[in-house]
């Protein structure tokens, strides 16, 4: 660094973890060490147990007594650069939580989870307002004001005295950046604030907090999976893999010349609306991983040259594209939905006359055999509410929906219970989706206990068996419980769940929307196999536009209950014919080299 250069803001220096239990040591992030200068966001990227959320929490103090932290994190108030910096890491509790919220402070993944349900959104951020600083009530209600007003919410003076669950989830998040603004910081740990959002509203908290740093001069660490927010938002990038930082770099420089084959592998594993792959691309396939006999990992490059990195990127062509939808198209539909609406009730005060809300409004549409139908749209457009429908696991207000020839809605329990063999639905939360006190085997084997499929008990496990190696888990998992998996061998052991039926048609609501990029692939993948093997039909549903058209023939579009627009995804995202279905298209980080770099360029010019 050149004598003309700002000092860094935090400083951390062969920055280690680790969490001791009778049983074993884990070492969550090993020897880490970056700078984070004044002004910049450094994004922390890596996927669920990389350890960037625990290096997060080391920085403001977070972590638990349990765990065991060396070497040292540097802070510089910027406000006094020829200061000696302290090192956090040697603060007792009391000092460590004067600085924690104030010089310091963190937005947290789920504002939901992390705001106090009893308390209004105003008097949360009253609290930390004077927490740390010497203000009476109503001053500080005034700078919570001014704080929801800077952070863009919508009737400010309203929403102090709202609760949180009166608030959407972009709004709650705001409230949470508030909150965080609260004590003036110099540096702002971002972890995960966008994961949970729609596109759009993503896109908009995005902008926010860079308008947020520029105005205010900070620092901030952004915590993501996702490159394509990174390329969004970064200056610099840290990649961490299994507690490891093994590659850091400007942002233009990661994204144009990547080094480090995990970070090759994550930049290509997420979906390109702009490409329609054969296969996503996956980690494994870019790199090995071995212990050596010190037991530190060894990773080698699978990817050699360029020429084996397009290999395996292989499109299909456009003309494969339209004979299989022309294919498709010729077939008579599997599912047919007709003026389909589902009304709710909604009484706005305890003596005011209920209003009815339609979440799915005079609804029309076919699915043929053998077709993948994207159902995209934001949180409230009524998708969840249409797909709950189709099952009858809600009633439908008004409509049709014929199933195989078969009316579904004229159906008794008995005889919908049957249909329900073949019309199956993989949930968002793999997780809930599971009995927590029972197997895996149990939960596989009961769906063909309730059908009285297969005469044995043994006939049954070994069923049970098949379902587990055809997504990718052997039998050992039959004994084990949901808790022991990851988040993707958990939506794996429920889409093997969904097959024990022998369904033909699958909706999968937002089921790869809490994965990281590189299990989703792996589950994207997965899912278009089963479809080829067993000729599935499926209604895939997301918020994630590039995801819903990597997967799906057509895609259609819902807005507050509505088809919005309909048609072929390649078409519906070349040449959309709405405005919602555009902005929803440009909101999506698309991560070019040409959008990193005038947004650099733009910073640069503002600094």
């Known amino acids: 660094m050149n004598s003309s250069a700002p000092l860094p803001v935090l400083d951390v220096r062969q920055f280690s973890v680790e969490f001791r239990s009778k049983v074993e040591t884990v070492e969550a992030v090993s020897q880490i060490s970056f700078v984070l200068n004044p002004g910049e966001t450094l994004a922390i990227v890596g996927e669920s147990g990389s350890g960037k959320s625990v290096t997060s929490l080391g920085v403001i103090g977070l972590l638990p007594t349990k765990a065991i932290q060396t070497g040292e994190i540097l802070f510089r108030d910027p406000n006094q650069p020829d200061a000696k910096p302290l090192n956090l890491l040697a603060l007792d509790n009391e000092e460590r939580r004067s600085y924690r919220g104030g010089i ?197 490059s699978k990817v050699h040259s360029s020429e084996e990195e397009q290999a395996l990127l292989e499109q299909v062509s456009p003309t494969e594209t339209q004979a299989h939808y022309d294919a498709l198209q010729q077939q008579a539909p599997l599912l047919t939905v007709r003026n389909l609406t589902k009304a709710f009730p909604v009484r706005r005060g305890f003596f005011s006359k209920a209003s009815v809300l339609n979440a799915v409004d005079d609804v029309s549409f076919e699915v043929y055999p053998g077709e993948t139908l994207g159902l995209v749209g934001e949180s409230g457009c009524g998708k969840s509410t249409l797909s709950r429908c189709l099952l009858r696991l809600i009633e439908p207000t008004a409509g049709e929906i014929i199933f195989d020839g078969q009316s579904v809605i004229e159906l008794d329990e008995t005889s919908m219970r049957q249909l329900r063999r073949r019309m199956q639905i993989i949930f968002q939360n793999p997780y809930g989706s599971l009995n927590g006190r029972q197997t895996i085997g149990a939960a596989l084997m009961e769906p063909m206990i309730i059908h009285n499929l297969y005469d044995s008990e043994e006939a049954r496990r ?115 014919q709405e405005e919602y279905t555009r902005q929803l298209i440009e909101s999506i980080p698309t991560a070019k080299l040409d959008s990193i770099k005038a947004r650099q360029a733009e910073k640069e010019l503002v600094g």
Request: aromatic share 6%.
């Open 462 to 576: 070994d069923r049970a068996v098949d379902l587990l190696n055809r997504v990718g888990l052997d039998s050992s998992a039959l004994g084990r419980m949901p808790h022991e998996f990851s988040g993707g061998q958990r939506q794996r052991i429920c889409i093997a769940r969904a097959l024990a039926c022998e369904p033909s048609f699958i909706i999968c609501d937002e089921s790869v929307s809490a994965l990281d990029v590189s299990v989703q692939a792996q589950v994207l993948n997965l899912l278009k196999d089963l479809q080829k093997e067993f000729g599935l039909t499926y209604i895939f549903i997301s918020h994630d536009l590039s995801v819903v058209k990597f997967v799906s023939d057509r895609i259609m579009v819902m807005n507050s209950g509505h088809i919005e627009e309909m048609g072929p995804a390649d078409a519906v995202y070349n040449h959309p």
């Open 104 to 300: 310091i402070s963190m937005i947290f993944q789920e504002p939901l989870s992390s705001l106090n349900p009893v308390y209004t959104c105003g008097n949360q951020v009253t609290e930390a307002i004077r927490l740390h600083q010497q203000v009476s009530r109503e001053e500080a209600k005034e700078r919570a004001i001014a704080l929801f007003r800077e952070v863009q919410l919508p009737d400010p003076e309203g929403i102090v005295n709202r609760f949180p669950h009166q608030l959407s989830g972009g709004q709650q998040q705001r409230v949470m950046i508030a909150m965080a603004l609260a004590g003036n910081p110099s540096v702002l740990i971002a972890d995960e604030p966008t994961t949970a959002l729609d596109v759009t509203i993503q896109a908009t908290i995005l902008e926010l907090l860079r308008e947020i740093q520029q105005r205010r001069d900070m620092s901030v660490i952004f915590i993501t999976h996702d490159m394509g927010v990174v390329a969004e938002i970064a200056d610099r990038v840290v990649v961490m893999y299994r507690g490891h930082a093994v590659e850091t770099a400007p942002v233009y420089e990661l994204f144009a010349r990547p080094q480090h084959p995990y970070t090759q592998g994550l930049l290509n594993c997420r979906p390109r609306p702009d490409q329609r792959l054969k296969r996503l691309p996956t980690v494994s396939d870019f790199m090995t991983v071995t212990t050596n006999e010190s037991g530190e990992l060894e990773i080698h």
